[in-house]
């Protein structure tokens, strides 16, 4: 229930292309969220891929602290807040993650931000869901 495993890891570099492309995006500071609601069959409900601007963090240690407590608070509020909404609905998902934040916060707010994200992204896909049918 609490893992992370490689299957729900985007790594699909045309999808990653379309997601950037034509996906819906949103800002939940300090994340900045890409979603994109998927026909194909996934081997997971959601696909996630998470990234930290080089360019604002220079250190690779800096950017691999952020994005291990972004994975880290994902996995612990992902099957209650994200999975099991969008598997009652039949829907998959594609999902990019990015910290936009200017420095590097403790994992207790990154993890208030996060939850508070993922309701915002199942809110969105909610309505857009409802203006489609």
Same mark, same amino acid.
């Given at each position: ?68 407590? $972004? ?38 707010? $990154? ?23």
């Amino acid at each position: 229930m609490y893992t992370f495993k490689k299957e729900e890891r985007l790594c699909n570099k045309k999808l990653l292309e379309k997601l950037f492309r034509s996906g819906s995006s949103f800002l939940c500071y300090p994340f900045r969220v890409s979603w994109m609601p998927v026909e194909a069959m996934l081997p997971a409900t959601v696909q996630v891929v998470f990234g930290v601007s080089k360019k604002r963090y220079r250190r690779a240690v800096d950017r691999n602290l952020i994005k291990r407590r $972004m994975r880290e608070t994902y996995r612990l509020h992902k099957e209650k807040l994200l999975y099991l909404p969008l598997q009652q609905q039949n829907q998959q998902l594609v999902l990019s993650i990015n910290y936009i934040g200017k420095e590097i916060t403790d994992f207790k707010f $990154m993890d208030k931000k996060m939850v508070k994200l993922l309701l915002q992204t199942c809110e969105q896909v909610n309505a857009s869901h409802v203006k489609v049918v």
